[in-house]
């Protein structure tokens, strides 16, 4: 399984665009790229998934070089209720459904 | 669509007791995972079960946690005797056996456990 860096703390204002960036120097051909999102007192929640380029949905973005050595997950004008830990996953079922977490992005988002 | 139940939600219990946790997956997903969270870290996998059968237990600390899935579908996760450092919260998640990214898993609210 790749391993994933992030960081372990960010702070933002309310409004404002926040990007994380995960690094995943080892990412295999088949892995896909994963967010999750987790608010206290809450299980993880899935935000968006990617294999290459740019991904878009409802909540976020998520730019993935051609390398793939990394992604950045894109809050747009982050409101207090984005307040949580983000984790960036990588993986594929071909090493057996593992999916191991790391610590996630701390984000505060102040007003 | 109805999401990943576990109960109880809260639980207290003494040291060297036991406890035991219940998760009902999304219909229809094969794949069922136990997650340990303590506080301040990521969830670290127990157990994967896939259907009724376990594909992965390499970090369930098997001399005190046990966990089955009978009949592919509810788990129950069983600690006896429990330790102070058994203190987590416990997430039961499930996920399609077909999904192709093996990443895309669905949690419940999780269990909390504090061993006193």
């Known amino acids: 399984l790749a391993k994933t860096t992030q960081p372990i703390s960010m702070d933002s204002y309310e409004g404002q665009e926040v990007n994380i960036t995960c690094s995943h120097n080892n990412i295999a051909t088949n892995d896909y790229i994963t967010w999750y999102q987790q608010f206290p007192s809450q299980g993880p929640r899935f935000i968006i998934q990617?294999?290459?380029t740019k991904v878009t949905n409802e909540v976020a973005s998520l730019f993935i070089p051609a390398d793939r050595k990394s992604s950045t997950l894109s809050l747009p004008r982050v409101s207090l209720s984005d307040t949580a830990v983000y984790y960036c996953?990588?993986?594929?079922?071909?090493?057996?459904?593992?999916?191991?977490f790391g610590a996630g992005t701390r984000l505060f988002v102040k007003a | 669509e109805a999401g990943v139940a576990q109960s109880p939600r809260y639980k207290i219990i003494e040291k060297r007791q036991s406890v035991a946790f219940w998760c009902n997956p999304i219909?229809?997903?094969?794949?069922l995972y136990w997650y340990q969270q303590i506080l301040g870290q990521g969830p670290k996998l127990l157990i994967q079960f896939q259907n009724n059968g376990v594909v992965d237990d390499s970090q369930l600390p098997k001399d005190r946690f046990s966990a089955e899935r009978l009949k592919g579908v509810d788990s129950t996760l069983k600690i006896q005797p429990a330790k102070l450092e058994d203190s987590a919260v416990y997430l039961c998640?499930?996920?399609?056996?077909?999904?192709?990214?093996?990443?895309?898993?669905?949690f419940g609210e999780g269990s909390w456990l504090t061993v006193v």
């Open positions: 990617g294999y290459k």
């Open positions: 998640a499930s996920s399609l056996l077909q999904d192709p990214t093996g990443n895309t898993i669905y």
């Open positions: 219909s229809g997903h094969a794949t």
């Open positions: 996953l990588v993986g594929d079922h071909t090493g057996g459904f593992k999916t191991i």
